[in-house]
């Protein structure tokens, strides 16, 4: 079974604030993906990344960084200088590369609210 | 705008009753999924369909089901409709069976 856990159900911050998000998650599996998607007020679910299980380098995207470590199973991303429009939920999710198919597996995400 | 459209975007019905979710998958993905985002379960995956073929079954209810037809969009069923029922229910599609998934922005359902 895979599970995914957002520790953090909510966190607030005032903008230009740096912000992590933590992940963990569990899976027997040794292929297997790691994505976030941010879910704003309006509802939609964004793609932010998607990572393998053998990438474990970090990724940076702008204001956007992930942190992969396999060793602690965790999958961090971090907001550098917090905007309003970050606002929103974050939602962390795991799929397993094997002939189930390709299920999302998501965390509880994680409320974030930035204040101007 | 992720490419993936579903309707209607609001839907409100009563117990008991049967309705029915339609999704356009991304133009040349052949995969779709379809999830429900409720208050107390979280994002769940109910079904996926690759090229018209069921490829991976979630929590889904009996009285649930879904197909894919030949030119690539899905329906999801919904019968027999509870309270619980009520949710946020998305379509997700991608090339293939194992690339990321895209959300349609999700349709409503309130059930009274």
């Known amino acids: 079974a895979q599970k995914v856990t957002q520790a953090q159900t909510e966190i607030s911050v005032v903008e230009k604030e740096d912000v992590t998000l933590d992940c963990v998650y569990e899976t027997r599996d040794t292929t297997y993906y790691l994505f976030w998607y941010k879910q704003p007020p309006s509802g939609e679910l964004v793609f932010l990344i998607r990572r393998n299980s053998f990438d474990e380098q970090n990724e940076i995207s702008g204001r956007y960084s992930w942190n992969f470590q396999k060793s602690t199973s965790s999958f961090n991303f971090t907001i550098t200088a917090s905007q309003v429009v970050d606002s929103a939920v974050y939602f962390c999710a795991l799929s397993a590369l094997n002939n189930a198919g390709n299920m999302l597996t998501f965390g509880g995400g994680t409320r974030l609210m930035v204040k101007p | 705008d992720s490419g993936v459209t579903q309707t209607p975007k609001h839907l409100i019905t009563a117990t008991g009753q049967r309705v029915t979710l339609r999704c356009s998958p991304r133009?040349?993905?052949?995969?779709v999924y379809w999830y429900q985002q409720s208050l107390d379960q979280g994002l769940q995956f109910l079904i996926q369909?690759?090229?018209?073929?069921?490829?991976a079954k979630g929590n889904i209810l009996e009285r649930f089901s879904a197909q894919q037809f030949p030119d690539l969009h899905s329906e999801l069923n919904l019968s027999s409709l509870e309270l619980g029922d009520s949710a946020l229910y998305f379509c997700a599609s991608s090339p293939g069976s194992y690339n990321e998934q895209f959300f349609g922005p999700g349709t409503r359902l309130t059930v009274l």
């Open positions: 369909y690759y090229n018209g073929e069921e490829r």
């Open positions: 133009s040349g993905d052949l995969s």
